[in-house]
């Protein structure tokens, strides 16, 4: 099955012309994880609509190659984020995601994409509040970190500390202490504490 060109269209833009290590140049990095309004209303007026479609479960099909299936993961991870920065919806669609990128995992599909699309396949597990997934992330963010060519490997065992530091809040508190005010969960003691000394991701 062809990628479609609107799955191809969101991974040129979120990833740009991508170099012979697999990499993104500085200028798309850079937007990635960014709270940017601009950037935001960008991707709201090129693929909100898209990502609308995706959450419906019209899109499933592009999971059927594995570029296509990372743009859906990306259209339900990554853009999710982005478009309804700061509410509920941010996380809405984080199931749907995980369920995708452990189909990718599962037919060894990661491993014909390249270096920065494979770390956001791996995001979801990362996102989850589920201390299996958190295995996954921390061992193919380490994969990656051991993969990544000398010039940019600081910026992949990036990646990996903010895996291990996403797994570690989840074993201690099994969820993200963080969203509690966006979720409308109450807040024990210890989570504020540990708000207050480290903060959110």
């Given at each position: 099955?062809?990628?479609?060109?609107?799955?191809?269209?969101?991974?040129?833009?979120?990833?740009?012309?991508?170099?012979?290590?697999?990499?993104?140049?500085?200028?798309?990095?850079?937007?990635?994880?960014a709270a940017d309004p601009a950037?935001?209303?960008?991707?709201?007026?090129?693929?909100?609509?898209?990502?609308?479609?995706?959450?419906?479960?019209?899109?499933?099909?592009?999971?059927?190659?594995?570029?296509?299936?990372?743009?859906?993961?990306?259209?339900?991870?990554?853009?999710?984020?982005?478009?309804?920065?700061?509410?509920?919806?941010?996380?809405?669609?984080?199931?749907?995601?995980?369920?995708?990128?452990?189909?990718?995992?599962?037919?060894?599909?990661?491993?014909?994409?390249?270096?920065?699309?494979?770390?956001?396949?791996?995001?979801?597990?990362?996102?989850?509040?589920?201390?299996?997934?958190?295995?996954?992330?921390?061992?193919?963010?380490?994969?990656?970190?051991?993969?990544?060519?000398?010039?940019?490997?600081?910026?992949?065992?990036?990646?990996?500390?903010?895996?291990?530091?996403?797994?570690?809040?989840?074993?201690?508190?099994?969820?993200?202490?963080?969203?509690?005010?966006?979720?409308?969960?109450?807040?024990?003691?210890?989570?504020?504490?540990?708000?207050?000394?480290?903060?959110?991701?």
């Amino acid at each position: 099955m062809p990628l479609d060109p609107r799955a191809k269209e969101l991974l040129d833009f979120w990833f740009g012309p991508l170099d012979a290590d697999g990499l993104a140049d500085a200028e798309h990095q850079a937007r990635w994880f960014a709270a940017d309004p601009a950037f935001d209303e960008e991707l709201r007026r090129r693929f909100g609509d898209l990502h609308e479609e995706a959450r419906a479960g019209r899109l499933d099909r592009w999971a059927e190659t594995p570029r296509g299936r990372l743009a859906l993961v990306l259209l339900l991870d990554q853009l999710s984020r982005n478009l309804h920065r700061g509410t509920a919806d941010a996380f809405a669609a984080d199931t749907h995601a995980l369920e995708l990128a452990r189909g990718a995992l599962a037919r060894g599909e990661d491993q014909e994409l390249a270096l920065h699309e494979r770390a956001f396949l791996y995001l979801p597990f990362e996102h989850a509040e589920d201390p299996a997934a958190q295995a996954v992330s921390v061992e193919r963010f380490r994969a990656l970190a051991a993969e990544a060519p000398p010039h940019a490997r600081a910026q992949f065992e990036t990646f990996l500390d903010y895996a291990i530091r996403h797994r570690d809040v989840i074993e201690r508190f099994g969820r993200f202490p963080h969203r509690n005010a966006i979720l409308g969960r109450p807040t024990t003691e210890a989570e504020r504490e540990h708000l207050e000394r480290e903060g959110g991701f």
